[in-house]
Each structure stands twice: as structure tokens, then as C-alpha cells.
């Protein structure tokens, strides 16, 4: 069974660009996150979708984060303009879920695409 | 606001040694509480607790978790070289969407 994808791996910008991130997860899995792990830390949600639809996005930082899920598969997460402090690594991780309101405790994570923004 | 709290935050044992890892939390309505192993790249599941008492068990590794008290520990007896990596907990709120809420892990050395 094919794991969760991530690309790019590695993003090196300067502050005040954009960047986009994608994530493809285990097919059949509804529901897909995407954390923010800073250096020493651990990974913080930024937003979660079950299907094409969000259930919180209650961390995102509005003002420069956007995701969209449009199909209910593939995702992809922008940041507009980023600044220093969002260099992290950001992870992308699937479980299943189906139903509508329906989740599945256990997440498969992606290798992550690491930011440094310069 | 939940919390998850791990300690220590580094150990460096030597080959063979048994290390116990600590996490304790507080969250408001309990669901589940999961191990990660963070190596170089991708988290990859070790277990979930969701009853108090019952230890999970895979090789070396086990974990048990204590309702009563806000805490689980992680143990690896025996370590390996290959059980250096970061060692994640994190807790699940089950009025969230089961998003993961994390410590900060504990990194964990084995030298030879």
C-alpha cells in the first residue's frame, strides 16, 4: 500500500514569497491533516478536511495560509507571503473515516516538505 | 486548552539499556492516547492507549496507560542504535475532528 506523498521535500524561499506545498494520501482514506512542526517542537495542526470539506481550521494563520481540497483527495497548502517564522517542517497525514463526522484516531504521516525561509 | 506534556526532552543511553519515556496530559474529554517514533522524516505509529492498565506490546517496545493519573509511559528495553529518533505523544480530544494533539517528544540517543 502506497504511503502519503509529499513534494517538494525541500523549499528554501525568501521571505515575503509564496510557496505551495502538495500532499496525496493513502487512497481511501477520507480525512487529511496538516501540521506545522517547528524545530524542537511537536507538529501543530494547521487545518484538518474530511472529504473536500474543513473540519477545523481553527490554527490556520488566514492571513497568509490557505488549503483547499477540492476533489476530496490531492491537497495542497499556500503560504502568501511567508515570513521567517514559518520556516518548519509541514507534515501531511491521512486516516480513514468516511462517513460524515466520522474519524479514525490513527494518522499515516508524509515524509514533509522542510520551509526555510530566508 | 489541552496539554501534553513529555518528559525527558533528550536521553542518551547506551546500547542495552531500558529507557522509560513519560507523557502526561490534560484534556477535556479523553478519547485516545498515541506514540509516535519520528525519525528523519515521516512519524510512523508505535501504538494507541485508550483504556487504563492494559499494555500494548510490539517486540521491544510497550506502553501502558494510566487513566487516573494523566500519564503514559513508553518502554524499550534493550535499545538498539536503531531506536534513536524522536518519540512523539500526542492526545486525542474526542470533541476535535481526532486531530493530534502533540508534546514536544523526547529525543532519545543510543550510542554504541
Known amino acids: 500500500e502506497a504511503g502519503v506523498a509529499q513534494s517538494p521535500r525541500y523549499k528554501i524561499i525568501e521571505k515575503r514569497q509564496s510557496v505551495a506545498f502538495w500532499c496525496n494520501p493513502i487512497?481511501?482514506?477520507?480525512?487529511l491533516y496538516w501540521y506545522q512542526q517547528i524545530l524542537g517542537q511537536g507538529p501543530k495542526l494547521l487545518i484538518q478536511?474530511?472529504?473536500?470539506?474543513?473540519?477545523?481550521d481553527s490554527q490556520l494563520p488566514k492571513d497568509r495560509f490557505s488549503a483547499e481540497r477540492l476533489k476530496g483527495v490531492d491537497s495542497t497548502l499556500k503560504i502568501q507571503p511567508a515570513k521567517l517564522e514559518d520556516s518548519a517542517v509541514y507534515l501531511c497525514?491521512?486516516?480513514?473515516?468516511?462517513?460524515?463526522?466520522?474519524?479514525?484516531?490513527?494518522?499515516?504521516f508524509g515524509p514533509g516538505t522542510r520551509l526555510l525561509v530566508l | 486548552e489541552d496539554k501534553v506534556v513529555q518528559s525527558p526532552l533528550s536521553l542518551v543511553v547506551h546500547e542495552g539499556d531500558t529507557v522509560t519515556l513519560n507523557c502526561s496530559y490534560e484534556?477535556?474529554?479523553?478519547?485516545?492516547l498515541l506514540w509516535y517514533k519520528q525519525e528523519k522524516k515521516a512519524p510512523t505509529f508505535l501504538f494507541m492507549l485508550?483504556?487504563?492498565?492494559i499494555e500494548k506490546k510490539s517486540g521491544r517496545l510497550s506502553s501502558i496507560l494510566d487513566k487516573k493519573e494523566l500519564f503514559s509511559i513508553l518502554n524499550i528495553t534493550a535499545t538498539q542504535t536503531g531506536d534513536s529518533a524522536i518519540y512523539l505523544c500526542?492526545?486525542?480530544?474526542?470533541?476535535?475532528?481526532?486531530?493530534?494533539?502533540f508534546g514536544k517528544g523526547t529525543s532519545l540517543l543510543v550510542t554504541p
Open positions: 497525514a491521512s486516516s480513514l473515516g468516511g462517513l460524515a463526522g466520522t474519524f479514525q484516531e490513527t494518522q499515516y
Open positions: 487512497s481511501g482514506h477520507a480525512t
Open positions: 478536511f474530511q472529504n473536500n470539506g474543513v473540519v477545523d
Open positions: 484534556v477535556t474529554n479523553f478519547r485516545s
Open positions: 485508550t483504556s487504563s492498565g
Open positions: 500526542a492526545v486525542v480530544n474526542s470533541n476535535s475532528g481526532y486531530a493530534l494533539n
